[in-house]
């Protein structure tokens, strides 16, 4: 499936086929409250009322501002979200997502695709 | 040679002490300690350890930056919060409740704010008082809740009597003040007669009609007038109102604060009297017309003042009065003319009997060991309680409330004779003339001063006299001055009389003669 591009131009979404959401930050990117707005919006317009896992792809990810991670704790389409990494940049900033905020579903950092692809679909 | 272990630590260690990153993280880290909390560490493309301790860096010193401010926020906000408040209290503390005018240190402080603004060369400000004329009636008979909505109107037309930059000023209880500024005299009096125009429509509390109108009492500064004496002078001025028959406008005049200062100097001179002996009694003679014979002897006060001489009563009662000496000066009267009573019994045990009258004023009849004293100084002395005849004005009379009801029955149960004295002077009603506690009337002086030349006055004090009797009641006429005035009223029935026909007030020593000796007889 071809990634949808959200607003702004920073990340691409899409569906796949086996419902699994899949947003990719472009890297070296500065994620603003916009960029973020955006992703959600189509996030949610992809899950047109249903609920989806989610994987993030945020490795090489530049920063994340305050603003922008606040968007992210707002319930959206995603029913539970895996933040992929691979550098311990990535797991700063995604803790620092997580602690600082109260994701509305349940949310983890992982530096490896399999197992965050598990944690998203346990029953598959 | 080093173990592998050890030299790989070493490599790795002297490798990143080498790394230029973490010269930049102390740097950074150095500037986020002295406060500049927008400080931020760029990370390098590695993305290793140290560019995640730098980018911890950085977004740990975003959250301080964000919190810094968001405290920085609320501290602003509770300031604001803190100035609003203060500002209220201190709205409150100057803002009458009931009304929102002005209060007595808001007006305080416009006044002498108008003062310094006037100092070079601009109008000295005006002060009114308004005291409102019957506001303790409305309060008694409808309750402080209608007393309250009476209040709020005269608040509200006096706000739309001034300008708007005047400022309208509620003392307390009844009493408002209005501060003008910048106005010529007559734009002042102009004012002050709008102020009392507007009270003069009725107030509609509910169902009920009042009304609401006020004394006014006017100064208008000078230069160099102070406050203070701009709000007595209003004052004074606003009592000269009342006392020249309430609902005017007085403007203050120089004389009436010499006015006040002699009701001062009188009532600080007053209290010492009593202790000094200057107090002292005279005695006139109350005569049957038909006989000529004395049956009373009525105590008349007097003030042998020690620089000023004799000072008749009417100078002083009203201040008596006013200050709660009465009660002092009653108490005397009472214990002087009983005791004298006895002294005359001792003196010349063979005079006729007769009766003292004493007068008795409005605020004494409530004085709270009047019944106990007249008890223990007649007892004291040895005198009959049917010799004392207690005389009260008719509007005491008339307007007796519970307590006053209460102590003239108990007076009565005593066997102390009551007189309603001044008849005609105030504003009696015929029908209550029967149920009044009395035995005996006396007719006021004034009531007799035309008769000899105005047959109608005649006919007048004929009925008024036939009047007293039908309501079984006997008559004493006082100020009786000429025989012919005798003659008259003795034709008309009168049995009792008294002036200087029959004799003027004499000191003690004079009484047992005047008593032994016949009055003037009109036919031998």
């Known amino acids: 499936m071809v990634p949808d591009t959200a607003d702004g131009g920073k990340a691409g979404v899409d569906l796949s086929v086996d419902g699994l959401l899949h947003l990719r930050w472009l890297p070296g ?12 919006a189509k996030v949610n317009e992809l899950c047109q009322q249903e609920q989806h896992p989610m994987l993030v792809d945020m490795a090489a990810v530049a920063s994340v501002s305050r603003e922008a991670r606040g968007v992210w704790s707002i319930p959206c389409g995603a029913s539970r979200i895996a933040l992929l990494g691979t550098s311990p940049v990535d797991r700063v900033l995604a803790n620092f997502f997580l602690g600082v905020h109260v994701p509305p579903c349940p949310t983890r950092f992982f530096t490896s695709r399999s197992d965050a692809l598990a944690w998203l679909n346990p029953g598959a | 040679m080093l173990p592998a272990a050890v030299r790989w ?20 880290v150095v500037r986020l300690a002295a406060g500049d909390l927008d400080a931020r560490i760029e990370p390098s493309e590695d993305r290793d350890d140290i560019d995640a301790v730098i980018t911890g860096v950085n977004l740990l010193a975003e959250e301080l930056g964000y919190i810094h401010s968001e405290l920085e926020q609320r501290v602003a906000a509770r300031t604001a919060m803190l100035r609003r408040t203060q500002v209220e209290l201190e709205q409150m503390a100057k803002t009458d409740a009931l009304t929102g005018l002005a209060n007595r240190t808001l007006l305080t402080e416009r006044i002498q704010e108008a003062i310094l603004s006037s100092a070079d060369g601009g109008k000295a400000p005006a002060v009114l008082i308004l005291d409102l004329d019957s506001f303790k009636a409305i309060n008694d008979i409808l ?47 102009q004012i002050a007669h709008r102020a009392s125009e507007y009270l003069q429509d009725s107030v509609r509390i509910g169902i009920e009609t009042v009304w609401a109108m006020a004394s006014i009492g006017v100064c208008i500064g000078t230069p160099g007038y102070p406050a203070e004496a701009l709000m007595r002078d209003a004052d004074i001025a606003m009592y000269q109102a009342k006392a020249r028959g309430r609902n005017n406008v007085q403007l203050f005049h120089p004389d009436m604060l010499d006015a006040v200062r ?7 001179e007053l209290r010492t009297a009593v202790a000094g002996g200057e107090l002292a009694l005279l005695y ?78 409005a605020a004494e009849l409530l004085r709270p060991d009047l019944l106990e004293d007249i008890r223990d100084t007649l007892a004291q002395h040895g005198v009959d309680p049917r010799r004392l005849v207690l005389e009260i004005t008719e509007t005491v009379l008339m307007s007796r409330g519970t307590g006053e009801e209460h102590v003239l029955s108990r007076l009565r149960e005593l066997g102390v004779g009551l007189q309603i004295d001044d008849f005609g002077t105030g504003y009696s009603s015929i029908s209550y003339l029967r149920s009044l506690p009395a035995d005996t009337v006396k007719v006021d002086q004034s009531l007799i001063k035309d008769m000899e ?26 100020g009786i001055e000429t025989a012919e005035q ?39």
Request: contains cysteine.
């Open chain 2, 453 to 478: 030349s105005d047959p109608r006055q005649q006919k007048f004090v004929s009925a008024i006299l036939q009047l007293i009797s039908a309501a079984g009641l006997n008559a004493t006429v006082e």
């Open chain 2, 262 to 268: 002699e009701r001062s100097r009188i009532t600080a």
């Open chain 2, 284 to 361: 006139q003679p109350v005569v049957e017309l038909a006989s000529g014979r004395v049956i009373g002897i009525e105590a008349l006060l007097r003030w042998h003042h020690p620089v000023r001489g004799t000072i008749m009563p009417g100078s002083f009662i009203g201040i008596a009065e006013e200050t709660g000496l009465i009660f002092e000066l009653g108490r005397w009267v009472l214990h002087e003319g009983v005791a004298q009573m006895n002294r005359w019994s001792q003196t010349d045990p063979g005079l006729p009997d007769f009766c003292l009258h004493i007068n008795l004023s």
């Open chain 2, 143 to 189: 309750g402080h809740s209608a007393g309250d909505a009476a209040l709020v109107e005269v608040a509200n037309r006096l706000r739309s009597a001034v300008r708007a930059s005047d400022t309208v000023a509620r003392l307390g209880g009844d009493e408002f003040a209005i501060l003008i500024t910048a106005a010529t005299k007559d734009e002042i009096l």
């Open chain 2, 486 to 524: 005798a003659a008259q009223l003795e034709a008309m029935g009168c049995l009792f009389g008294q002036g200087y026909f029959y004799g003027y007030p004499v000191p003690a020593a004079e009484v047992p003669e005047r008593l032994r000796r016949p009055a003037p007889r009109l036919y031998s």
């Open chain 2, 9 to 28: 630590d070493y490599v790795t260690s002297r490798r990143s002490v080498e790394d230029p990153r973490l010269q930049l993280l102390v740097d950074g």
């Open chain 1, 29 to 40: 990117v500065d994620i603003q409250v916009e960029d973020a707005r955006a992703a959600m």
